[in-house]
């Protein structure tokens, strides 16, 4: 069985998103369109997981040797309102916030942080997704580029994103809201931990 065809602009709802089958389903509800996620390449997906190993240590309650504090999830889709559910990268959620796991399809909680990952189309993380990110409030945003191997961090405030850093591979840097731990920013993209970047010929 294959997904049935997104609905036109601006009519699709959630019901719709979710007709289309699990094992199928790489997609997002848009500002009412249905649109599916970039391809995920191997820089991507490698990220993803190096980022998601950065911060485990956030991943308890709070209290004991590492920070905790968090909960977090990877590809899940997030309710923000009848047209638009979005399936980010890497989410989480303060603990003093929610204080039980976040659960069901969609999660209906809104995040406390998000990380999104450039892909095949970089727009929606760069421009549509992140206004309603803004417009919802979500205290934490991350974008991490694979092409360029550069990560920026954002902070929400009233008329906008504020731009914390952009960082790039070779640079260690202390990101809100994980700032208790440095971050190597070249392991995002295949450098080994405390490994001297590699140079170029």
Same mark, same amino acid.
């Given at each position: 069985?294959? #997904?049935r065809a997104?609905?036109? @602009? +601006?009519? @699709? ?8 089958? *699990?094992?199928?389903?790489? &997609?997002?509800?848009? =500002? ?10 191997? =820089? &991507? ?8 190993? %950065?911060? !485990? ?19 899940? !889709? ?10 980010p990268d ?6 003093? %916030?929610?204080? *039980? /796991?976040?659960?069901? $399809? ?7 942080? $998000?990380? *999104? $990952? ?13 206004r309603v990110? %803004? ?34 591979? +070779? =640079? *260690?840097? /202390?990101?809100?809201?994980?700032? #208790? ?8 993209? +295949? !450098?080994? =931990? ?8």
């Amino acid at each position: 069985m294959t #997904a049935r065809a997104p609905k036109a @602009a +601006g009519v @699709a709802t959630l019901k719709d998103l979710l007709a289309i089958p *699990e094992t199928e389903r790489r &997609h997002e509800l848009i =500002e009412g369109s249905i649109v599916e996620k970039g391809a995920a390449t191997g =820089e &991507h997906g490698a990220a993803q997981r190096k980022l998601s190993a %950065h911060i !485990d240590p956030y991943d308890q309650r709070p209290g004991g040797r590492r920070p905790g504090g968090w909960w977090f999830a990877t590809e899940v !889709d997030v309710y923000f309102d009848p047209a638009n559910t979005f399936r980010p990268d890497v989410v989480g959620w303060r603990r003093d %916030h929610v204080p *039980e /796991r976040p659960r069901g $399809i969609p999660i209906m909680v809104r995040p406390d942080w $998000i990380c *999104e $990952i450039l892909s095949t189309n970089k727009r929606n993380a760069l421009i549509l997704k992140k206004r309603v990110y %803004h417009r919802y409030q979500v205290p934490h945003y991350w974008i991490i580029d694979p092409e360029r191997e550069t990560l920026m961090v954002y902070r929400w405030a009233k008329d906008g994103y504020v731009e914390l850093l952009v960082a790039e591979r +070779g =640079e *260690e840097v /202390r990101a809100e809201p994980f700032d #208790a731990i440095p971050l190597q920013v070249g392991v995002l993209f +295949g !450098d080994d =931990e405390d490994e001297e970047p590699a140079q170029e010929s």
